[in-house]
């Protein structure tokens, strides 16, 4: 593949958006090119709101591209595929967050994410190659959830070990596997 017709990066954030040590974010300013889907003003945990941002973000780029969304960031991208027929050169998926499941405090509870459109999460085949990237300790989803998953999507299915949500909260700001991972796509 040509330099011209390398896939733009598109980071498809959580709910928290825009997290500056976040690996997202660390990584976005490392590779030329790279956008992120803006943080919403309002409908916060909307997942229409949500859905339809990545879908903007999208309209803005010409030519192929790599989705790599992180926690609710990864429901978005897999409600967004149920929705849209644009041709998506692969997607990497981090530490999907499970929001049919109790979240730890300080995160949406389940009705509230059920009163969002949340529920139920798509558990459709994706229709472009896809990489999960789970941890076994992730507090927001389980492991077999996450193995569920990604078999359900069709998805490659990476184990990265004991190493939380992969967050700041989990000690990442800079995670290098996650430029393995994308480069595994292209």
Same mark, same amino acid.
């Given at each position: 593949?040509?330099?011209?017709?390398? &896939?733009?990066?598109?980071?498809?954030?959580?709910? $928290?958006?825009?997290?500056? /040590?976040?690996? *997202? =974010?660390? +990584?976005?300013?490392?590779?030329?090119?790279?956008?992120?889907? &803006?943080?919403?003003?309002?409908?916060?945990?909307? $997942?229409?709101?949500?859905? /339809?941002?990545? *879908? =903007?973000? +999208?309209?803005?780029?010409?030519?192929?591209?790599?989705?790599?969304?992180?926690?609710?960031?990864?429901?978005?991208?897999?409600?967004?595929?149920?929705?849209?027929?644009?041709?998506?050169?692969?997607?990497?998926?981090?530490?999907?967050?499970?929001?049919?499941?109790?979240?730890?405090?300080?995160?949406?509870?389940?009705?509230?994410?059920?009163?969002?459109?949340?529920?139920?999460?798509?558990?459709?085949?994706?229709?472009?190659?896809?990489?999960?990237?789970?941890?076994?300790?992730?507090?927001?989803?389980?492991?077999?959830?996450?193995?569920?998953?990604?078999?359900?999507?069709?998805?490659?299915?990476?184990?990265?070990?004991?190493?939380?949500?992969?967050?700041?909260?989990?000690?990442?700001?800079?995670?290098?596997?996650?430029?393995?991972?994308?480069?595994?796509?292209?």
């Amino acid at each position: 593949m040509t330099q011209a017709t390398q &896939p733009t990066i598109l980071f498809v954030p959580g709910l $928290r958006d825009h997290v500056e /040590e976040h690996w *997202q =974010t660390i +990584l976005q300013k490392k590779i030329p090119g790279a956008r992120s889907v &803006p943080p919403l003003e309002h409908d916060k945990f909307s $997942r229409a709101a949500r859905v /339809e941002a990545l *879908q =903007t973000a +999208l309209a803005e780029i010409d030519g192929p591209v790599i989705l790599v969304a992180h926690s609710a960031g990864v429901m978005i991208t897999v409600n967004w595929a149920q929705m849209y027929d644009r041709p998506i050169y692969g997607a990497m998926l981090a530490a999907p967050a499970d929001v049919e499941s109790p979240m730890p405090a300080g995160y949406p509870t389940v009705d509230v994410l059920r009163a969002n459109g949340w529920l139920p999460i798509p558990r459709a085949r994706l229709p472009f190659p896809s990489i999960v990237a789970a941890s076994t300790n992730d507090p927001l989803c389980v492991f077999e959830r996450a193995s569920g998953f990604a078999r359900d999507w069709g998805s490659r299915f990476i184990d990265v070990g004991a190493v939380g949500h992969i967050n700041p909260a989990a000690g990442f700001g800079e995670w290098t596997q996650a430029e393995d991972l994308i480069r595994q796509l292209r």
